[in-house]
C-alpha cells in the first residue's frame, strides 16, 4: 500500500472544507462500513478467478456490464489525474529557478497587477503571488466558462507527453515491470512527507493548522453533506469501484491471506490520509498565521491547495526553499505514477483480456496515446472546468453507483452465503459476521441512500451545454449495466429465464483446473452452480 494522490489532494482539502476535525468521524465510519467490505470483496473476487475487471463477472453475468462501466471510470481519472502530473512537472522544473518563479510577481505574465519591486499590487488585486503564478502564467483560465476550452497551453501540453511516458513504460511489460516501481513509489513519498512535516511543524502558526485538522467541530457531524464528502476520500484513496484493486489481485497465489492485506491496507490508508492532513494542516496554520487569514479560508480548491497554497509555504521557508520544492513536487509525481499505474493498468488489463492476439506493448501504448489526446482537452483556458466536471460525471457518479451494484449483485444474485463458502475455501478461514452484515445490507443500502441523497440536494454551477455533456457521460457509462444484462436476457433466453439469468457462468470459478476440480467437489449437492 502506497500513498496517493487523493491523500494529499482530496483528503486535506475535503477536510478542510467539512469541518477540520468532525469530518474524521464521518471518514472512519464509512472507511468501516463502506470502503473496508467493498476493498475485501473485490479482493476476493479477484483472486478466486484469477480473471480481470470483466471475465471476474461471469460470476453474475447480468452484472457483467459493471466491469465495462469501471473501466470507462478508471479512464476518465487517469486523463485528469494526468494532468495533474503534467502540472507537477511543470512547478518541479521552476523549481531548480535560482528564485522560485511564484515567489515575485513578474510583469511578463501579471502585468499590471505587479509593481517593479516584484510585488502583487494590492489597489488592482486581492490576489497573494503564488495565485496568481498558477492563475495566470501556469494555467491561465478564459473568464466565462461559456466561451469554451480556449487554445491549448503548449508547456502543459508537453507536461503532458511527458507524464505519460513513465506510465507507458512501467506497463508495457505487465505486472513484472510495474511491480519494481511500486516500491519505490510506495516507499519515496513516505520519507518525503516525514521531511516536510518535521519542517512544518517547526513553522510559527502550524499547531494552528494542526488542531484545526484534529478539533472536532460538533454540530458538523448532524450535516449530510460532511457524511457524503466522507465517501469520495474512501472511495479514491483506498482504489475502490475504479477495478485496480480487483484487476492487480487476480495476479495473486489463490491462497494468499488477502483478509490480512484487507485488514492492514484499509489501516495503513486511514494512517497515511491522517499523515498527509497533519503535512498539510501544518503547512496551512504557518499561511494563517503570516497572512492573518482562517485557516479554512487560506484556499478555494484541490489544485489551489497543492499548487498554491503548499508552493506559497515553501517558498517562504527560508532556508532552502528550492530543495524543499523540488521534494514536493517530486514527490506529487511519484504518486502521480503510483495511481496512475493503477487506473490505466486495469484497463489495459481488460483490453489484453478481450484482444489476447495483440501484444500487451501495442495495447498499453494504444491506451497511453489516447488517454494523452483526450488529456489534451485538460491543458486547455477551460482545462479546471472539465477537470471539475469529469471528476463528478466521470468518476464520483459512477463508482458510487457501482460500488453498490458490485455489493448488490454479489450478495442478492449470486448468494452472500455461496460467495462466502467461496472464501472459506479459497483462505481455509470462515467469513465473520462483519462482512456478511456490510455486504448483505448496511454497504449496498448505505451507497444506495447516499446516491439518492446527492440527486436530490446537489446543485450544479454549470452552463447548459457542460451538464448535457456530463449528464451524457453518466448516462453512457450507467447505461452499460442494463445493456449488458439484456445481452445476457437474449443469449439465455433458450435456457429457462428466471432460474438461468441468475446462475454464474460455466466460466466461473478458480482458473487453476486442479483447484477447480477440488472447488466443484466442495459445493453442495443440492446447489445448482450453472
Not at 83 to 99: C, E, N, P
Not at 403 to 410: H, K, S, T, V
Not at 456 to 474: F, I, R
Request: hydrophobic letters at 50%; proline letters at 5%.
Amino acid at each position: 500500500m502506497s500513498v496517493g494522490l487523493e491523500n494529499i489532494w482530496r483528503f486535506p482539502f475535503i477536510a478542510l472544507t467539512n469541518g477540520g476535525g468532525a469530518f474524521l468521524i464521518p471518514y472512519l465510519i464509512v472507511l468501516v462500513i463502506i470502503g473496508r467490505p467493498i476493498y475485501y470483496l473485490e479482493m476476493c473476487l479477484g483472486q478466486f478467478t484469477s480473471c480481470g475487471l470483466v471475465r471476474a463477472w461471469s460470476v453474475s453475468p447480468l452484472f457483467k456490464g459493471i466491469g465495462f462501466a469501471v473501466v470507462l471510470a478508471s479512464f476518465c481519472v487517469g486523463t485528469y489525474y494526468c494532468t495533474i502530473m503534467a502540472v507537477a512537472i511543470y512547478y518541479l522544473v521552476a523549481s531548480f529557478s535560482k528564485t522560485l518563479p511564484w515567489d515575485y510577481c513578474d510583469k511578463n505574465w501579471g502585468g499590471d497587477l505587479c509593481t517593479d519591486d516584484g510585488k502583487v499590487n494590492t489597489n488592482l488585486t486581492s490576489q497573494r503571488t503564488t495565485s496568481l503564478y498558477f492563475h495566470m502564467e501556469v494555467f491561465p483560465q478564459l473568464p466565462n466558462v461559456e466561451d469554451g476550452l480556449g487554445k491549448i497551453h503548449w508547456k502543459l501540453a508537453l507536461s503532458l507527453l511527458l507524464a505519460w511516458i513513465p506510465i507507458f513504460l512501467t506497463l508495457w511489460k505487465g505486472v513484472k515491470s510495474s511491480g519494481k516501481v511500486a516500491y519505490f513509489t510506495a516507499l519515496f513519498p513516505y520519507v518525503v512527507l516525514l521531511i516536510l512535516l518535521i519542517r512544518g511543524v517547526t513553522l510559527e502558526g502550524a499547531g494552528t493548522g494542526i488542531e484545526f485538522f484534529f478539533r472536532p467541530q460538533w454540530s458538523a457531524l448532524y450535516d449530510p453533506e460532511v457524511w457524503y464528502a466522507a465517501v469520495g476520500p474512501c472511495f479514491f484513496s483506498l482504489g475502490i469501484g475504479f477495478g485496480p484493486i480487483l484487476s492487480l489481485s487476480s495476479h495473486n497465489k489463490f491462497n494468499h491471506n488477502v483478509y490480512r492485506d484487507t485488514i492492514i491496507i484499509s489501516f495503513m490508508d486511514t494512517f497515511t490520509s491522517i499523515l498527509a492532513g497533519c503535512t498539510v494542516f501544518a503547512v496551512l496554520g504557518y499561511l494563517s498565521k503570516q497572512t492573518g487569514i482562517d485557516v479554512d479560508m487560506i484556499t478555494s480548491g484541490g489544485m489551489d491547495l497543492a499548487f498554491v497554497a503548499y508552493p506559497e509555504a515553501i517558498a517562504n521557508f527560508g532556508w532552502a526553499p528550492q530543495l524543499f520544492a523540488v521534494l514536493f513536487f517530486l514527490m506529487l509525481l511519484t504518486l502521480g505514477i503510483g495511481t496512475l499505474t493503477g487506473l490505466t493498468g486495469s484497463v489495459i488489463g481488460v483490453l489484453c483480456e478481450q484482444f489476447r492476439s495483440v501484444p500487451q506493448w501495442i495495447i498499453t501504448l494504444s491506451v497511453c496515446a489516447v488517454g494523452f489526446l483526450f488529456g489534451l482537452m485538460y491543458c486547455t483556458e477551460g482545462g479546471l472546468t472539465m477537470i471539475d466536471l469529469i471528476d463528478y460525471f466521470g468518476s464520483n457518479f459512477i463508482i458510487y453507483v457501482m460500488g453498490g451494484l458490485e455489493c448488490a449483485a454479489i450478495a442478492w444474485v449470486y448468494g452472500l452465503q455461496r460467495f462466502c463458502n467461496d472464501i472459506e475455501f479459497m483462505l481455509e478461514r470462515p467469513v465473520g459476521w462483519y462482512w456478511k452484515i456490510c455486504w448483505g445490507f448496511v454497504t449496498p443500502v448505505g451507497l444506495a441512500i447516499i446516491f439518492v441523497y446527492a440527486m436530490v440536494t446537489q446543485e450544479l454551477k454549470y452552463p447548459t451545454a457542460h451538464l448535457v455533456a456530463g449528464w451524457s457521460l453518466a448516462a453512457v457509462a450507467l447505461s452499460l449495466v442494463p445493456a449488458f444484462m439484456l445481452h445476457t436476457v437474449y443469449t439465455r433466453l433458450p435456457d429457462g429465464f428466471l432460474e438461468r439469468m441468475i446462475r454464474p457462468k460455466k466460466e466461473w470459478g478458480p482458473l487453476d483446473n486442479k483447484i477447480r476440480l477440488e472447488w466443484l467437489a466442495n459445493v453442495p449437492a443440492k446447489t445448482k452452480l450453472f
